[in-house]
């Protein structure tokens, strides 16, 4: 039995979202740095449904590449960083779930403080916020493409999100939706556990690209673009995958607007 966010990540959300409250956008360092488009298509979102955005620009790090490497006292200092730099804000919304995960979960491990773990649970993955808290179930998106979904560990596992992005993808207009195979398996990414253990890394990976091709997908959607940075990179590198782009679920319901 899937668990529910509440159960998996308690989350600080009450009282309600009320219209008009900012909303603090988390932009992971490697979106900022490989993917800026995602966090462009957060933002639209966000603002198409009357939501102000605010970017504390001294944000860096969630601290999860150290935390999941042993590294707790080198975590330390950057989870203290990124809870100063967003005290202040009432909702913080991150289009990663791992990110989301690391903050939710993890921060208090490191630190059980209630200063350290409150700001981790107002931390929210991009499309539980949407379909959660903002009550949106269409946001309006055309994509005439066949989509299938990779349902990475940390959203599934630790925040409960498997329903939000599927409600969201379901209600894209000229999108088929094709279910992956073992939709629930691990990628192989796991972060540095893809440098630490290439092997069985690969391995995993080469499973869940044989479980995309089966679909006859298009695109494969994620709603973290590390794993897909793991999957997109093995794909390129297979024949019969070649054809497949992965995309970040943000990109997809942001289009078709114009």
Known sequence: MIQSAQQTAPRQDDAPY????PVALFIPCYIDQF???IGRACAKLLEKFGVPTVFPDRQTCCGQPAFNSGYWDETRPVIEHFCK???DQRWIVCPSASCTAMARVFFGHVDPSAEIVGVGRRVFELTEFLVDVLRVNDCGATFPHKVTM???CHGRREL???E???TLLKNVRGLTYELLPNIEECCGFGGTFSVKMPG???AMGRTKVENIVKTGAEYVVSVDISCLMHV???MRRTPEAKRIKPIHIAEVLASGWE
């Open 35 to 37: 993917y800026p488009s």
């Open 232 to 234: 997109g990179g093995m």
């Open 18 to 21: 009320r219209p008009g409250e």
């Open 85 to 87: 730099t967003f005290a």
């Open 164 to 166: 939000q992005p599927l």
């Open 150 to 152: 990779h349902s990475g």
């Open 200 to 202: 069985t890394s690969l």
């Open 160 to 162: 409960g999100i498997v």
